[in-house]
């Protein structure tokens, strides 16, 4: 499955309270469609603090087909669930290594510029142009010469 379109199948469910589990979760979506998977990122656990939180506070839901996330999304964004408010929208992908990076333009990567660059006098610039208007107008002038 392309990439793009598990996401449009994914939706994100933010603001779940502690005591929301995957059970719950798919208890409570599954009304919208044939659900694929229920994420529920945990927490960083630490071992001497025994109140900490199982979960991130957000869960992804992946369904089916996108008209079905579109249906969880459009019937669950700004409901309860266990007396929580919750936000439900597509989810996003997750940004690579790369693109955490910074704000850089793929132009900035040796990569990039290897793969899609071609040395100026090929790649139809300036020069390619400036070389083309030259050959019409010569084009021109011999055909005004010759008629």
Known sequence: MEE???????????????????AVIYENFATFGDII????????TNPNQQTEAKHRGFAFVTYGSSAD???????????????????VNLAKPMKTPLQLG????V???EEWLKQ??????????????????????KDADDEEMAG
């Open 116 to 137: 899609h660059v071609k040395p100026l006098d090929q790649s139809g610039g300036v020069q390619g142009r400036h070389a083309n208007i030259e050959n019409e107008s």
């Open 69 to 87: 996330a579109q249906d969880a999304i459009d019937n669950m964004d700004l409901n309860e669930l266990q007396g929580r408010v919750i936000r």
């Open 4 to 22: 793009g379109t598990k996401s449009k199948k994914t939706v994100f469910v933010g603001g779940i309270g502690d005591d929301v589990d995957e």
């Open 107 to 109: 132009w900035e990567s």
């Open 102 to 105: 910074g704000n850089r333009a």
């Open 37 to 44: 998977d229920v994420q529920l990122p945990p927490a960083n």
